[in-house]
């Protein structure tokens, strides 16, 4: 008998020790900050390091502790959000991208920029666009990205190309750089890049009404009647029709750094890690995306991560003005390919230099820089969900869909995630 | 065995070719273990080169595995979890099982029935919900939080309650008698009888609950609070290029298993097959 | 005093199955029902009832290609899977039906699977089924691109089920096997039964209730599955190996949306139940 109850007393202690760590350490001296974020392999281990350098100077002083804690991706720290919202469990800062907005637009959680009367004047101007809604400045732009086109440079100079400037460029580039065992290019696009491939048509498109959902959420879906998703079907069909094209959506990284392909379109945010994992087997290239066609003249939309706030803290505003200080931005910038989000970054000496040995990372600010400002990310419900409705719809095309068809179909899967979204939350 | 000296051509080429698909089969089946081991000490470049296995062993990667900041927290919620699962299941099953078996109460089949029902109900079905409840109880991130849906189990239940009934009533008669108390009788008479059945209830909760991986993502979004099977996706390794790390911490997360399952098989047979 | 001892004998069975029944109704009698009936209502992302839906949330779920697509890949997954399983394992369990000297060995191997983890047998699977340039390529001498296309996606993610269920219908099955009576089948092969016929008329008759068990078991996974897809493969490429659950867990953790979820669930509980009601009724009806 004593026996048992003892045991019963070991296993009540067990259960409520945890419990109790979890509930007491916090300690009343340092504020602890934690921030989630999605910066995975060396990205992680630069962002880890600036928050060890906060920890180690600003934050001794004033008394403040950032515990960063990787969520996963992008997406999964918004599914970490949304899960612990209403559950007194919500992290201080989250690091989220476009995909987070329309749910973070609606949430009674978040703590805007504005609120936290934090001074934005320094950040660059499309960033501080691609994150206000009709409630104000959502997030605080932290990792500005353009999508780029990745190319092998010693595969292209051995040939004579050089990257193309539009689709009907790439088909005739990929002619010459594809084989039977090398592709010339891989990758489906997702919402991601199309918002750079349809929103450049005809000086500026978007694809959903209300600026692509930020004044005020989306009613209509504009790139079906627009026709602008046709044209790029139609154009994607002909990169597939090169039988060069390999048409993958995970893993394409690897295939390009392992020489296996001979261009893809990615973000900035991979140039250091896809400079690091080709390891000097040949030279990186990039360039700007190549447009659908001639029309085309919008440029590449921002995107990239911006920080979210869920308390309205001295401690939290402190941490945030520390992230977008020139410094932070120049040392987060060099570490990963992200686009300094300050523009007083720019003008440090450091990172002059470092732009002036390292070229390619130029091409991503000048991309930024000579794209219609009024370029903005889609901000549409059930983003995880239609960002593979995307993929899975040009596929069908590849396949030998009717486009048209096609088109209708994906329209009305936009529809059905904005009516859907409309019915629940309004 | 003894007729083998009997066996026609055929009977032996029948043999052989059983002893072929039998090993055949071993192979596919250990295949990913074993790649497992020798991965563990690949290079990034063994990886591109699609090795089977390397001469010269990266040690560093099981220090890479080890050095990451939480491994050893991972681990340990882990075996915190479903060591603490294991025991709080066995005892509210059996102490419901007695009661269903040896005692006469109101109510008995209507709360034996409203129990069996919950076998009608996925996990799985009810995870947006059971998230809630654990969330407003406070639980998340926490050891609760994470065995709080694998602490019951209608099943183990119905077996325990099979193997009690099995060994009749006399015994609980002479204890009442003996003016045994019931907890006496079921930890004195009751368990040591039904041993078997009562470990099998243990090692499945332990391995359940030790190879969960949705529940414990969900409820947990601190690594601190993380139990292995998440913690082993989110190291990071794979995405920074360093499979071989990722290999070694999975070598170190099964190894133990594979003891325990080495050990435990007899006594699993002997619950299993009866005679 | 002796009344007090009475109210205790007599609460006293309570007392033993309250934490059994407190269990049962807090994490799964208590969900079950809230989400049965919320799946009438319109609740809002964060909880809320906004107001009575009627089948409103069914029709939701069922105009959605996704949750359509995502039957008829369960469905798949499950002609597949089941039939895979069940061969695989049983033939593994027959090879090794009888002890003898070295049968230790590949018993050992047959039952190892269950060490395995499922991350970790997902995680391996990852690296081994990575693409065009993969390792079992490389051994099997094929091209297929494996996850990075729909077909390879669909056979690799069968093939990691079948290794997640392997070790635990084994040792179901070889017990089984072992259980049966030797002395009937001796008899039979007395009477000059043997080989083939001897498996196929006697031994797997006999073990008829397990190989159903293991059956119903490998049904159940298939139509659950979702963890693997999560690591593995996303539900990609292109949704082609997107399953109801798998379909479930983006819709209620990653969109919030809650009219898919709830309507969903309440689905899948429904099914589950009848699923259970026949096995039950055909258990029964056996002697």
């Not at chain 1, 993929?391 to 396949?399: C, E, G, M, R």
């Not at chain 2, 083998?4 to 089946?29: E, G, M, N, S």
């Not at chain 2, 099943?155 to 006496?184: E, K, N, P, T």
């Not at chain 2, 969900?218 to 998440?230: A, E, G, K, M």
Request: glycine fraction near 6%; charge should be positive.
């Amino acid at each position: 008998m004593r026996k048992l109850t003892l045991i019963f007393i070991i296993i009540a202690m067990a259960i409520t020790a945890p419990l109790f760590a979890a509930g007491g350490k916090e300690k009343a001296e340092t504020a602890k900050v934690t921030i989630w974020h999605s910066a995975q392999g060396a990205n992680a281990t630069v962002f880890e390091e600036i928050a060890q350098t906060f920890n180690d100077t600003i934050g001794k002083d004033k008394g403040i502790e950032i515990e960063a804690i990787y969520q996963g991706k992008a997406n999964d720290v918004l599914t970490s959000v949304n899960a612990a919202s209403g559950t007194g469990n919500l992290p201080d800062i989250a690091m989220m991208d476009a995909t987070a907005a329309t749910d973070m637009n609606h949430s009674q959680y978040l703590v805007t920029v504005d609120k936290l009367g934090i001074d934005t004047s320094d950040i660059l101007a499309c960033g501080i666009s691609s994150y206000t809604s009709e409630n104000g400045l959502l997030a605080l732009p932290f990792n500005a990205s353009a999508l780029l086109y990745y190319y092998n440079k010693t595969l292209y100079d051995s040939l004579g190309v050089n990257p193309p400037k539009t689709l009907d460029d790439m088909v005739e580039v990929m002619k010459k750089t594809g084989t039977k065992d090398r592709a010339a290019f891989a990758g489906v696009p997702a919402t991601f890049e199309l918002t750079t491939l349809i929103g450049a048509q005809n000086g500026l498109s978007y694809m959903l009404n209300n600026r692509n959902g930020h004044d005020g959420a989306a009613t209509e879906v504009l790139f079906g009647k627009e026709g602008t998703y046709k044209t790029f079907l139609e154009k994607w069909k002909a990169v597939y029709d090169t039988g060069f094209y390999s048409p993958i959506t995970s893993g394409v990284t690897a295939e390009f750094t392992s020489g296996r392909c001979a261009a893809m379109l990615a973000s900035s945010s991979n140039l250091a890690s896809v400079i690091n994992s080709v390891s000097g087997e040949f030279e990186v290239g990039v360039a700007k995306v190549p447009m659908v066609n001639e029309k085309a003249t919008g440029g590449t939309v921002i995107s990239g991560g911006a920080l979210f706030s869920f308390t309205d803290s001295p401690a939290v505003k402190t941490v945030l003005e520390y992230m977008i200080s020139p410094d932070v931005q120049a040392k987060w910038s060099e570490a990963t390919g992200y686009v300094p989000v300050s523009t007083k970054a720019y003008e440090t000496e450091a990172y002059k230099a470092f732009l002036e040995k390292n070229p390619q990372y130029k091409v991503a600010i000048e991309s930024l820089l000579d794209s219609n400002p009024g370029l903005a990310n889609v901000w549409v419900p059930s983003a995880y969900s239609v960002y593979y409705s995307f993929q899975s719809n040009i596929a069908d095309v590849l396949n030998g869909k009717d486009i048209d068809a096609a088109v209708s179909d994906m329209v009305a899967i936009v529809e059905g995630a904005i009516a859907s979204y409309s019915a629940q939350n309004n | 065995m003894r007729k083998r000296v009997q066996r026609r051509p055929f009977d032996t080429f029948k043999y052989i070719l059983r002893k072929v698909i039998l090993l055949l089969l071993a192979v596919i089946v250990a295949f990913p273990l074993l790649y497992m081991f020798s991965s563990s000490f690949f290079s990034p470049k063994d990886f591109n080169n699609l090795r089977l296995f390397t001469v010269t062993p990266r040690w560093s990667n099981y220090a890479k595995a080890l050095g990451h900041g939480y491994f050893g927290s991972f681990i340990f919620n882990s075996i915190g979890t479903s060591v603490l699962a294991a025991l709080i299941r066995t005892c509210v099953v059996v102490l419901a099982a007695f009661a269903f078996t040896h005692l006469r109460f109101k109510g008995k089949n209507l709360i034996l029935g409203a129990l069996v029902l919950t076998l009608f109900v996925p996990q799985e079905a009810i995870l947006y919900q059971n998230y809630k409840t654990v969330a407003t109880l406070g639980m998340l991130n926490t050891w609760a939080g994470i065995i709080a849906t694998s602490l019951f189990s209608a099943a183990q239940m119905l077996l325990l309650m099979g193997s009690f009934v099995s060994h009749g009533m006399q015994a609980y008669d002479a204890a009442r008698i003996d003016g045994a108390s019931d907890i006496r009788y079921i930890w004195d008479v009751l368990l040591p009888l039904s041993g078997p059945a009562v470990l099998t209830v243990m090692i499945q909760t332990l391995i359940t609950t030790f190879n969960n991986y949705l529940w414990p993502l969900l409820v947990t979004n601190r690594p601190r609070s993380r139990t292995i099977q998440v913690g082993i996706t989110m190291l990071g390794f794979s995405e920074s290029g360093e499979t071989g790390a990722q290999m070694a911490a999975l070598v170190m997360v099964t190894v133990p298993f594979l003891v325990i399952m080495a050990l435990a098989k007899k006594r699993i047979e002997t619950a299993l097959i009866s005679k | 005093m002796k009344n007090a001892s009475n109210l205790i004998h007599r609460t006293k069975p309570y007392l033993f199955v309250a934490p059994a029944v407190l269990l049962a109704a807090l994490f799964c009698w208590f969900p079950a029902l809230k989400g049965f009936l919320e799946s009438f209502l319109t609740v809002n992302q964060a909880g809320k009832v906004l107001g009575f839906a009627g089948l409103g949330n069914y029709r939701i779920l069922f105009s959605d290609k996704a949750f359509l697509s995502s039957l008829k890949i369960t469905g798949l997954f499950i002609v597949l899977f089941v039939p895979a399983n069940t061969f695989l394992t049983l033939l593994a369990a027959s090879l090794t039906r009888r002890k003898s000297r070295h049968s230790s060995v590949p018993e050992y191997i047959f039952f190892s699977p269950v060490a395995i983890s499922l991350s970790a047998y997902s995680l391996l699977f990852k690296e081994l089924f990575r693409g065009k340039s993969s390792v079992i390529n490389r051994i099997l001498g094929l091209n297929s691109g494996w996850i990075t296309e729909p077909a390879g996606a669909m056979v690799t993610v069968v093939i990691l089920g079948v290794f997640l269920d392997f070790g635990i219908d084994y040792i179901l099955l070889m017990c089984a096997f072992r259980s049966t009576d030797r002395n009937v089948i001796e008899a039979a092969r007395m009477d000059g039964a043997g080989g083939w016929r001897l498996f196929f008329d006697m031994e797997l008759p006999l073990i008829r209730e397990t190989v159903l068990v293991t059956v119903f078991l490998a049904l159940k996974d298939a139509i659950l599955i979702s963890a693997p897809i999560i690591i593995l493969t996303e539900g990609g490429p292109f949704r082609s190996t997107e399953t109801i659950m798998f379909y479930y867990y983006v819709e209620a953790f990653k969109s919030g949306n809650r009219a898919v979820q709830n309507s969903l669930a309440s689905l899948v509980l429904s099914l589950a139940a009848c699923a259970m009601a026949v096995y039950n009724i055909r258990r029964r009806r056996q002697p």
